[in-house]
């Protein structure tokens, strides 16, 4: 479905701007609208981070872009909290923006995508806090195309973990 999603968009809004998109992820805004939280490279090599609006008229489903901010002007993505599954982040630009993903695995391929991106494109210090670096950095043991994966291997180990350590207590 999400590619779907993505094919759409892109056909829809970003190649009619020139602009190539690389990532996109659901946030949760409002009951009643679907909004998008969007990485798209222009034609001129800027990285520009953009909230979509989605919305049907009729049988034809319809993006508007509500908000659009630079990568370069972003100074630091905070996950919230690196030790829980979460779908919770902030953005910070000249403001900080509070998001909350569909999921923690959209949050963190989200948090990839844009490091990734900001690597290729502008390569400057972008602080990235309150994640588990491992699945951020795409130069790590477990990284592969697909994040959402990652973060479930996470998940699991996580809760093989705890269930280990309920069933064998430690002395």
Not at 12 to 33: T, V
Not at 90 to 114: G, I, N, P, Q
Not at 118 to 135: A, E, Q, S
Not at 138 to 158: A, H, Q
């Amino acid at each position: 479905m999400s590619s779907l999603v993505k094919e759409d968009l892109q056909k829809k809004l970003f190649y009619p701007l020139g602009q190539s998109l690389r990532e996109f992820i659901e946030i949760e805004c409002s009951a009643h609208d679907r909004f998008y939280l969007c990485a798209a490279v222009t034609k001129d090599g800027e990285v520009e981070i953009s909230m979509v609006k989605h919305f049907r008229i009729d049988l034809d489903e319809k993006y508007e872009m509500a908000e659009k901010w630079l990568l370069k002007d972003l100074e630091m993505i905070d996950g919230k909290e690196a030790d829980t599954d979460n779908p919770y982040f902030d953005m910070h630009f000249e403001k900080v923006y509070s998001w909350e993903a569909h999921s923690c695995a959209s949050k963190y391929a989200f948090a990839r995508t844009l490091n990734k991106l900001n690597y290729m494109y502008l390569n400057k210090d972008l602080k990235i806090v309150n994640f588990d670096i491992t699945y951020i950095n795409d130069d790590s043991l477990w990284s592969s195309n697909n994040g959402d994966c990652l973060v479930l291997m996470k998940i699991c180990f996580y809760a093989f973990n705890l269930l280990c350590l309920s069933l064998c207590p430690m002395p």
